[in-house]
């Protein structure tokens, strides 16, 4: 039986399958360049050109109706994978430039079809706003106030994407402090391209409770001790860190060493297609290069789920499936 899941990291646009993408430009005659390659998949050689590509096949998304189908087809995915709970990263930066009314249609479109997902395949989702680090501060701050017009029990978390070399977290902390305000939970990506002090900036300048990545903390231990001790969740993605040339293998990452420090890891795929992989790919690949058992596999869940930003009535009903699942 396949083993529910609960995913904490995943981008909207980096979901959206390469046959969605490339059919919505076809449909619209847009060009959007070198975006695929030989085998139809997305073709990119580093990060910071997969970043790019990224924008361009997100550049044809350009309606709240684009933004529904894409909704609907990415939780089709996740849930056919065993995800029962998704967070999934929306940004105002795509969804309407930052006009909030605009950003209200796009979030309205996201949620009815999210709605739909939940009543057909049983999938749960919830939506965290995330500007795009290497768009600025400015921008952030914009994309802070459609967050905090929109906060509530659907709209849960705020965090930070993007080139993580590019400004500092403490650049941000004006969203961050107004997303807090407005009682958004928060996470951030970091020690993904910059290293332990990266990850130290964003706990201590952003206040946030979850870390996008954080993987590079390894390089430190007593930052990893730190990351223990005061329960910081890691949004950790293995298939993406590894198709992104970060570590060589499976073998090679350092989630399990994570785990074995004492720090409470989850299990995400980032931008599934771009990487190719599946929330069932991952799980396959780490007990595969871990010996983990389904034991295993149920505290990452739980931890998930208990470090998930949503009511503690819907994280009662995920606890108590994954409860059944594993006893
Ligand atoms: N946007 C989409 N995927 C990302 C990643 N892995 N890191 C930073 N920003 C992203
Ligand atoms: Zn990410």
């Given at each position: 039986m396949m083993l529910p899941k609960v995913e904490l990291h995943l981008h909207l646009e980096g979901a959206a399958p390469p046959a969605f993408i490339r059919g919505l430009a076809a449909e619209r005659h847009i060009?959007?360049?070198?975006?695929?390659d030989e085998r139809g998949g997305y073709a990119f050689t580093d990060f910071w050109h997969f970043l790019k590509v990224y924008e361009a096949a997100t550049s044809?998304?350009?309606t709240p109706g684009d933004y529904r189908r894409l909704t609907r087809a990415v939780l089709a995915e996740s849930a056919a994978s065993g995800v029962i709970y998704t967070e999934a990263f929306l940004s105002p930066d795509f969804c309407g430039g930052r006009d909030l009314s605009a950003w209200r249609d796009y979030l309205a479109a996201i949620r009815e079809a999210a709605e739909e997902a939940e009543r057909q395949e049983g999938i749960v989702m919830r939506g965290i706003v995330t500007p795009i680090r290497h768009f600025g501060p400015e921008k952030a701050r914009e994309t802070a106030i459609c967050a905090v017009e929109t906060a509530g029990d659907w709209l849960v978390g705020f965090g930070l994407a993007g080139?993580?070399?590019?400004?500092?977290p403490k650049d941000f902390s004006w969203a961050f402090d107004a997303a807090r305000e407005a009682g958004l939970r928060l996470t951030c990506h970091a020690g993904?391209?910059?290293?332990?002090q990266s990850v130290r900036d964003a706990i201590r300048?952003?206040?946030?409770?979850?870390?996008?990545?954080?993987?590079?903390?390894?390089?430190?231990l007593a930052l990893v001790d730190e990351i223990a001790e005061r329960g910081t969740v890691l949004e950790v993605c293995p298939g993406s860190n590894v198709a992104l040339g970060l570590y060589p293998s499976f073998r090679a990452h350092p989630i399990h060493r994570l785990r074995e420090r004492g720090v409470k890891v989850t299990v995400s795929t980032d931008d599934p297609p771009f990487f190719h992989t599946t929330m069932e790919r991952e799980y396959a690949l780490l007990a595969e290069a871990f010996d983990w058992d389904d034991g295993v596999f149920g505290v990452i869940a739980r931890t998930s789920a208990e470090a998930a930003f949503c009511t503690e009535e819907t994280r009662k009903k995920l606890l108590k499936i994954l409860e059944k699942a594993h006893a």
């Open positions: 060009d959007i360049g070198r975006v695929f044809v998304l350009t080139d993580e070399k590019s400004g500092n993904e391209w910059g290293g332990p300048d952003l206040r946030v409770e979850r870390i996008g990545h954080g993987v590079r903390a390894i390089e430190d």
